[in-house]
């Protein structure tokens, strides 16, 4: 007999048991363990699979030699990636197919690391097929969120330590006198092959040359298991409740169980699952479905994940006079990456693009909005690039409309600041060193170099147009040490300053 996992949720009551530390299964979705371009280029790609943010402050990854600290206030919302690297940006092919990739952490640069990392050779992962090496994910109190390796038994441990990271406070572990229990992926050999999930929160692994940072996976393949949503029959339906049923399919079903979920609810109607909503976690014991019911009326997101927190899923629903309406899931992500030219650019993702016949980039002040660059469906793609003017306008918005009418916007973005350092890389330099920034207007860009000792020891200037500039800086003749670049200029908003080592 089919066991029911029951949710009496009642509106006064709802979700007693909301989670503290966030709404969120953050997973290790892909890394690269050595790039044949350069030792630094190897990344670490983690992603939220929701179904809310999940604030990963202070989380650690570590191979158990070396970790990184995610520094405090580091939020991802859901569908949201975060690339750790040895460098600021991943050249084409050295962090994805595609394009070049920003980092968002660079563990060279950092302060956030238990010891230095190598920048030759074996950098923070090891090469080659009996290295078998290992990534682990570990929260502030050190739980273990995730932990992968190429194969087992897995690389030795050390004891580490970590240092304070901001309000992050330093922590000693040692992986080999833990309990982990690892996903094994294939071995590492060969150079700029990624290890990824076959899909985006999968339990299948795959050795892939499409290597795919700060992206979904594009390895091909099918996940491993899928599901099936459904509303339950009407003797399971009242007045006052629905409930919902999931079908697992999978060559072998009954190893997924127990099927673990988070369930989160759209407290404030706003069509947005934020971390001031309400989750609760829960677990179905019995094959070959998941059933949840006593659902009380509103909207919600439920992510699936089998015995091993892995073959993730999530759907959008919502519960209305006890039956169940899935909902096409609209917004995964909204960020800024900066100025391009003379327009802002935005990043967002959406579930079934296909469903919108709108997306409005709105500029405003908080209260007031007005459009500022507007997309047309039918759209193929679920990741889409806005690039709207530069304006006055300190906070953007997106306004959604799908093709049945029904509007939603995203949580507003702060954009301050109009100019200034995107990023220099790479680091350490060995003969150049290469700045990427925005600056209001054209004019001359002013630049020195000093040394630790606070003395100038290379000082220049460069004519350059308004808009992204990318500067090609010569410091061959310098000497090895540590070394302070800062840029002023009329087209900077303020003086910019970066730390380099040679």
């Known amino acids: ?73 580091t939020v991802l919302q859901r569908g949201q990636y975060y690339v750790l690297s040895g460098q600021n940006t991943l050249a084409q092919n050295c962090g994805n197919t595609d394009s070049l990739i920003q980092a968002d952490l660079n563990w060279n640069t950092c302060n956030c690391t238990n010891t230095a990392i190598p920048t030759t050779g074996d950098g923070f992962m090891q090469n080659g097929g009996n290295a078998n090496e290992k990534v682990v994910l570990l929260d502030p ?60 929160g999968d339990c299948g692994w795959v050795k892939i040359t499409a290597i795919s940072a700060h992206a979904p996976n594009k390895t091909g393949s099918s996940a491993s298991a899928t599901y099936d949503f459904s509303s339950v029959s009407t003797t399971q339906c009242n007045a006052i409740y629905g409930s919902i049923s999931i079908q697992v399919n999978s060559a072998d079903v009954n190893a997924l169980f127990p099927m673990n979920y988070t369930l989160g609810y759209d407290a404030d109607g706003n069509n947005l699952f934020e971390a001031n909503d309400q989750y609760t976690y829960g677990v179905d014991n019995t094959a070959p479905s998941i059933d949840i019911d006593n659902l009380a009326y509103g909207r919600y997101r439920v992510t699936v994940a089998s015995s091993s927190f892995c073959n993730l899923k999530s759907f959008d629903f919502y519960v209305y006079n006890c039956y169940t309406v899935v909902l096409p899931v609209k917004l995964l992500y909204f960020t800024y990456s900066g100025i391009e030219g003379d327009r802002h650019l935005f990043r967002c993702k959406v579930d079934e693009a296909s469903t919108l016949n709108s997306v409005i980039l ?104 308004a808009g992204e500039q990318l500067l090609t800086l010569p410091v061959e003749e310098l000497g090895h040490g540590i070394y302070y670049l800062q840029l002023s200029g009329p087209g900077l908003q303020q003086p910019a300053s970066f730390r380099f080592i040679k």
């Open 1 to 73: 007999m089919k066991i029911v996992a029951s949710h009496t949720i009642i509106l006064a009551l709802l979700f007693i048991s909301k989670l503290a530390a966030g709404q969120g299964r953050v997973v290790i979705n892909e890394f690269m363990p050595w790039a044949g371009c350069n030792t630094t280029s190897e990344f670490i790609e983690l992603m939220n699979f929701g179904p809310g943010p999940m604030d990963i402050g202070c989380y650690i990854v570590t191979n158990g030699k070396y970790s990184v600290t995610i520094p405090p206030g």
């Open 141 to 200: 109190s050190l739980n273990v969120i995730d932990a992968v390796s190429t194969n087992i038994p897995v690389s030795s441990s050390v004891s580490i330590t970590t240092p304070i990271v901001g309000g992050c406070g330093s922590k000693t572990f040692n992986l080999g006198t833990m309990s982990v229990s690892y996903e094994t992926t294939a071995p590492s050999t060969g150079n700029n092959n990624s290890i990824a999930r076959k899909v985006d």
């Open 362 to 465: 709105e500029g405003g002040d908080g209260v007031n909005f007005q459009p500022v660059s507007v997309l047309y469906g039918p759209f193929d793609k679920n990741e889409l690039v806005i690039r709207g003017s530069v304006s006055s306008y300190s906070l953007y918005r997106l306004k959604m409309t799908s093709y049945t009418g029904v509007v939603s916007y995203s949580q507003q973005i702060k954009v301050s600041g109009q100019s200034g350092i995107a990023s220099c890389w790479p680091n350490p330099v060995k003969d150049r060193v290469f700045v990427k920034l925005r600056t209001a207007r054209e004019g001359k860009i002013n630049y020195s170099i000093s040394n630790a000792n606070g003395v100038t020891v290379k000082a220049s200037s460069i004519d350059r147009g």
